[in-house]
């Protein structure tokens, strides 16, 4: 299929015309980490094929994060590669690297210095990064993303290490296409854009929330296999309302208060603009906006481009997900539960309405499967009558007198479950959990708000409280919790189990957009992977140990939306679940000889 050539300080790898098409040759060079180095070439021989890939030898080789293999490479490797002498003479496999990075790693003795040391990992070989985060899924998650991503966050420009992806500011404003030009790999296929103003319950932090869109790319390679080189974060920095970052001189953005306004919404139409330039078709995902910025762009872009605000719509299919989980406990339909949300903002209400799709779907009418729905917020139990209310709240104010009080609310409406989404901290009160499990045998209990400081309540609250009849699951990660003779594994409502599996489903099929059918299939997807046996362990969804095969459903059930839907862009597959396999990078060494 392909040939090597030496040139000096560089391999030449030459794919023959008549054997390889694009599309093959590029899901070669992403299995063995080329696919950033793939070149046209006219070269004169008329059975070569027009792509090459360069591989660079000696230190560039070894310096590279994406190439680099360090103490792995073969002795054939070395030879060819110009790399003799320049590492020790022992060959380690991937797996004896692995233990070595294990072994340092948890000698740190906090978890932003665990984080900072992985981040050098990333830095210097990509493969054995990913390999460490797929083979300990559910030991790292914590530290790659939430709750540490937070405090990293916090801390952003007193760690900060090496620039990662690209920032734009008011300044660049007419040349943002430029801007994205200049990311070396061109086939970007997925972008996490964050303006920095509501990082994970943090709030404003400015240019310094760069870390959750890398966070969040990260998880897309490890638990989907989307390549890393087809991955791109991006933080928008319009300036911070933070005054210790206005005052901090080691903070990496511009020091000046928040632009809002037009300029604002100029710049978010010019950067999507640009992407489609630049990277046509290319997932945006939308992050940690503030409430005031993050509903409306949703609302105004996701008819028009392939995009999705995972805060909002990978939180309600996660929350979706649990439900699903939960009334394979009960046994109850869920035409006959009553959903009570603590909390009203963006992430709830689009719960609601994919609640709403759902029980349609079911054969309730939009306005039957409303009053299944309830919400409390700051002011009181969301009814008819409130002048407060505006937007899809209103949707959802129902006859009934006012309640000030969210144990009298759960007492009046006799929910099956009730949502916590507000971010208040420790609002399900024991006598709260009580009242539950008086009116209900098995009642649900979602504390979802993190991060950690956030949470309605514990897991060992919730177990403790009803008498271990609670079905519980939570925003931030529970040690198991053993009460009542059983030992509870609570589970986490990360919207890992949802969006780098959408990601990869629109990418399978091309799909134009996102759809709020597509996040339904996701959950539904979610909830068949978990288990008998994890139901009865108190789990709500799958352990992360099984998220590539979780990743791989929601992909294909996404994908099968988009085609259903008319959406898809690219040719069904005749096995669409093993072509999207298929697409999935595996971190592991590939011989460059």
Known sequence: MYTILHDQDEIIIRFEKDLVDDETLSRFLNHINLQS???????????????????????I????????????????????????????????????????????????????????YLLALQDRNRTLFYRVLLDNIEELMPIVYTPTVGQVCFQFGHIFRRPSGIYITARDRGRIAELLGNWPNKDVQVIVITDGERILGMGDLGADGMGVPMGKLALYTVCAGIHPSL???????????NARLLNDPLYIGLQHPRIRGDLYDEMIEEFILAVQQVFPGCIIQFEDFANRNASRLIQQYRDQIC???????????????A??????????ALK????????????????????????????LSPKEARRCCWYFDSKGLVVKGRADLSGHKRLYAHDHSPVADFHEAVQA????????????????TPEILETMARINDRPIIFSLSNPTSKFECTAEEAYTWTSGQAIFASGTPFAPVVTQGRTFYPSQGNNVYIFPGVGLGVMASGAAQVTDEMFLAAARAVS?????????????????????????????????????????TKPLPGDLVEFIRGLMFEPVYRSYI
């Open 528 to 568: 068949r992977n978990v288990s008998e046996e994890d139901l009865q362990n108190g789990r709500v969804y799958p352990p992360l140990s099984r998220i590539r095969q979780v990743s791989l459903d929601v992909a294909a059930a996404v994908a099968e939306q988009a085609y259903a839907g008319g959406l898809a």
């Open 336 to 363: 006959d539960q009553r959903f009570l949300f603590l909390g009203a903002g963006e992430a709830a209400l689009d719960t609601g309405e994919l609640l709403v799709l759902a029980l349609v779907a079911e054969g």
């Open 231 to 241: 991955t791109l974060p991006v933080t928008l920095d319009m300036g911070t309302d």
């Open 307 to 321: 995009c999705f605000n995972d805060d909002i719509q990978g939180t309600a299919a996660v929350t979706m997900a």
């Open 323 to 332: 439900i699903f989980s939960a009334l394979r406990i009960t046994g109850g």
């Open 37 to 59: 180095m793939l070149k046209k070439s006219d070269g004169d021989d008329a059975s070569a094929h027009n792509w090459t890939a360069c591989l660079p030898t000696g230190l």
């Open 413 to 428: 409406l006799g929910p099956q479950a009730i949502i916590g989404v507000s971010g208040q901290p420790r609002q399900f």
């Open 61 to 116: 080789l070894l310096r590279d994060p994406t190439l680099s293999k360090g103490s792995a490479f073969t002795r054939g490797e070395r030879e060819a590669l110009g790399l003799a002498g320049l590492l020790p003479p022992r060959v380690h496999t991937l797996d004896e690297q692995v233990r070595r990075i294990l072994e340092n790693l948890r000698k740190q003795s906090t978890d932003i210095e665990r984080y900072v």
